[in-house]
């Protein structure tokens, strides 16, 4: 049985949109037929097409809520930032404005946070196979397997679709969300942040299309997938920075070792020591590797610190709830 908001709930959907004057109208009907109680936001990301002015006309003549907001700052996370900022609701709905989710489950996926069981309900594409026959890259599909083993071993999760854009959050994820992230990496920094912070996350399975003939995907395997890969590494150091600085003080005291062995030869057989230069390596990446030690456990002080501060803020938005 779907729950459905009562009459004091405000629903927001969010379609960020770039360049999408080919799909925006009837991603826009869809929404709105799906969810006729919501407010639908379109935010155009600098599109040089008409995507901002044919949304406009659709919700006039829809006669829906909402409205188109202009994000000049490239960047789907600076999209979503513009959003977040400037649109106040209970719930709301992410999704892509190029037809590839389905607007006809955003009731069924919005049921976990409707019923108070998710802070972040996620569209899971992957379970039902359609993602897999409908993605044309390869080296994309192989890109999210790798972002999805690294997140679930990092955090312990069992998470099959990390890089889906097809969500549903609380008001109090939204609120306590910083939106660091500029481009397509928003989907794992949000499912980063939610591990981290031991957010509720329920995936549903949804349906998932490729996109229509003559709508071009903005995304780039190899630069996305490093960006997404680079964003991993920074919440790693961020998040698990005593892990994250005790692999890297490793690698120097390994290396300060390796330049030492012809020293510590030099020293036992002539009592001299002849390879001054691998002296002074060894010894500044030795002392490099104490150093870079410290700076874990310093940093795993304050990313502790920093936790507590958000459970507590975390607590008092239940209280006022």
């Known amino acids: 049985m779907l729950n459905i908001p009562t009459e004091n709930q405000e629903i927001a959907v969010i379609l960020p949109a770039y360049n999408e004057e080919l799909t925006i109208a009837e991603t826009i009907r869809a929404f709105q037929t799906a969810l006729p109680e919501a407010a639908i936001y379109v935010v155009n990301n600098n599109s040089s097409d008409h995507t901002g002015v044919i949304a406009a006309d659709v919700l006039r003549e ?28 209970d719930f709301y709905v992410l999704a892509d404005a190029d037809l590839t989710y389905p607007a006809d489950q955003a009731r069924e996926l919005m049921t976990p946070v409707l019923q108070g ?45 990390i890089m889906s854009g097809y969500r549903v959050f609380s008001r109090d994820f939204v609120k306590t969300y910083p939106v660091l992230a500029e481009g397509f990496q928003i989907e794992t920094d949000m499912t980063l942040h939610a591990l981290h912070k031991r957010m509720r996350i329920v995936e549903v399975p949804v349906a998932y299309k490729d996109r229509p003939s003559g709508s071009v995907s903005k995304l780039n395997t ?55 230069p691998l002296a002074i390596l060894a010894t500044g990446t030795c002392v490099a590797a104490v150093m870079a030690l410290g700076i874990g456990l310093i940093l795993d002080s304050v990313a502790h610190q920093q936790r507590l501060e958000f459970e507590l803020r975390w607590l008092a938005r239940s209280e006022r709830r």
């Open 62 to 89: 829809l006669g829906c809520r909402g409205r188109v907001i202009d994000e000049s700052q490239q960047g789907k996370g600076r999209a979503l930032r513009r959003a977040f900022i400037e649109i106040d609701a």
């Open 117 to 161: 069981r998710a802070d972040m309900a996620v569209g899971d594409r992957q379970s039902g196979g359609d993602y897999a026959r409908e993605n044309r890259r390869s080296f994309h599909g192989f890109g999210n397997r790798l972002v999805q083993w690294m997140v679930n071993k990092l955090f312990r999760a069992q998470l099959v679709d």
């Open 222 to 276: 190899f630069s996305d997938g490093t960006r997404v890969l680079f964003a991993i590494a920074q919440i790693f150091r961020y998040y698990r920075p005593l892990a994250f600085f005790s692999v890297l003080s490793l690698l120097l005291l390994l290396s300060g070792l390796a330049a030492g062995v012809p020293v510590f030869h030099d020293w036992i057989q002539y009592r001299y020591i002849y390879h001054v």
